[in-house]
């Protein structure tokens, strides 16, 4: 038996000013990773928003859990965003007059799970728990706002160039993470980037060019 599907988004459409992408199916199981590249405009965050419960499709459909995502209600999106779903924004958004730990704290206190000091210890910010994150580069940022998503042990992450901001030596180190996590969570991860080393480290890759989505690896 093949791994269980996690969600499943089928003939996904979406238009600003233009067309951004149209006709896109894509599936992710458990213990998968899915890297999808593409040029800046291509559409690719903008699909990981649709697919992390931010942004309403305008043609298509999401299922998740057994349930279509988008026929729910504002609260139980809240609930599937707050339990099952977490999102790592390339702007981190941590709380900029608190400390690492007190942002770690905020995490663990909304999901009921203990700060894993394993965790915090892989990422390489245990030196940090004390200071004010303003005071942080932007690559230990980046890996606090990491380590605040999985705290919360969601059954899906997502990842807007999660590596952005990091060294190519740090930047594996923060996947090594990610990817052990799905494996040992039974979790998907699905990640947006511009890195094509980063993406070749993923089960699949996919390519968002000319409005369709290819898988290429």
């Not at 030596?169 to 990640?191: K, W």
């Amino acid at each position: 038996m093949g791994a269980k599907s996690i969600m499943h988004a089928s003939r996904l459409s979406h238009s600003f000013d233009y067309t951004l992408f149209e006709d896109i199916d894509i599936n992710i199981h458990e213990r998968e990773s899915i890297a999808v590249l593409g040029v800046s405009g291509s559409g690719k965050s903008t699909l990981l928003h649709i697919l992390a419960t931010l942004l309403r499709p305008q043609s298509g459909e999401v299922i998740f859990d057994k349930g279509y995502l988008y026929e729910q209600g504002d609260k139980k999106l809240l609930e599937i965003r707050r339990d099952d779903i977490g999102i790592i924004f390339q702007s981190h958004y941590l709380f900029k007059g608190f400390t690492v730990r007190e942002n770690l704290e905020i995490s663990s206190i909304i999901s009921g799970n203990e700060i894993d000091l394993n965790l915090i210890k892989k990422l390489k910010i245990e030196d940090t728990l004390e200071q004010n994150v303003a005071e942080l580069s932007g690559g230990q940022q980046q890996r606090v706002s990491t380590a605040r998503v999985m705290l919360k042990k969601p059954k899906l992450i997502f990842a807007d160039e999660p590596t952005g901001n990091l060294d190519h030596q740090t930047a594996n180190d923060v996947m090594d993470v990610m990817l052990e996590y799905t494996q040992s969570q039974n979790a998907g991860l699905f990640i947006v980037t511009h890195d094509e080393n980063i993406a070749a480290r993923c089960d699949k890759i996919y390519r968002l060019q000319n409005k369709r989505l290819m898988l290429v690896g």
